[in-house]
């Protein structure tokens, strides 16, 4: 059965999620519906498998946690390296981080042709919100090298507005929407106009790395609210310095693998005085919202795979594995995008 294919690489870890066509009793066969997006356990029973490469014996970039290898031959961190004119070193080769991020996407491409028994119809892979041209080129660039085609590259964002607006879960009415995105090592807020299905407006996104969810982890339950607070405090300002009147905010929708701390939703929900909405798992928001991302809205999706270009058979050793620049917490500061995987062939040097 044919599938759409949404990846979400994140600093920390990678997750997958597939969404399937389904045809309605009282709907033309022509005109298939698609089924809510499903996470798919890219290696082991979790939702999320770490984002390290390793380079194998055969120069492929394969996730870590499949290959094996030693920890000093791994390579972390590369997304927010993503426009950086300094190559990353794995294997004894430099690396363009945009191209450890293709690396990814191929792996997980791969993986998913190894589960599914076939290639997906289309891929999306998000990003940070704040990239810009520049980042996003990289990336379309490294993802032609690698043979991928054409990947749809879906803002953070907009792929948990996606996820969410899917679910049926917007309030009616309009609105803007707080997009409060906590994961391990950053946290985006984002502020999002919602138009109709698949259609959103950016007004803006900040990027902090003074609040994250291993700050959370490493702290007692007091600093857990400061930290907590930080982040609460950085989405007023951020909606004060975009003009936007109180009244005209709808929800906050949160993502992100630390959103669902039990404290954050109380805090958001008494500042901002509207609802605080959370679509499953919160790890898994931006992956869903990126596979739904791709669904057509017109007819029936092609018979055959229309972007990505993943080797004929699966590889043996498994898929190719894979941000913005910090910013202090001040909504005005400037935010900047990061790069994409290509084909696993080393670079001679760091580029300049």
Known sequence: MPYLLGIDIGQCSVTAAVCRPTVHPHRRAA????????????????????????????????AAEVGAGHAVDRAAGYLHRVGDDVAVLLGGHAFPAQTLVAGMVSWVAGRL????????DRIAVAHPTGWGPHRLGLLRTAFAEAGLGEPALVPRAGAVVTSVQA??????????LVVFELGASELEVSLINPHTAGRYEIITSVRCTDVSGGDLDA????TQRSLLRSGVDLVLRTVAACGVPAGELSAVLLAGSAAGHPMLGDL???????????????RTTVACGAALSVRPRGR?????????????????????????RPVSPSPQA??????PPVKVTAAPGARR
């Open 219 to 222: 702290a007692d339950a007091g």
């Open 334 to 339: 400037a935010l900047q995008p990061p790069r």
């Open 268 to 282: 958001l929900s008494a500042a901002l005085g509207v609802p605080v909405l959370q679509n499953g798992d919160p």
């Open 300 to 324: 029936r999706p092609a018979a055959t795979p229309m972007v990505p270009m993943v080797p004929e058979s699966p590889t043996a050793e498994a898929p190719l594995i894979t941000a913005t």
């Open 31 to 62: 005109e298939p519906g698609w089924a809510p997006a499903e996470v798919v356990a890219l290696a082991g029973p979790g939702p999320s498998i770490g984002s390290a490469l390793l380079l194998s014996a055969g120069g492929d970039l394969v």
């Open 167 to 176: 679910a049926g879960q917007l309030p009616a009415g309009g609105g803007v």
């Open 113 to 120: 042709w190894q589960l599914q028994g076939q290639a997906p």
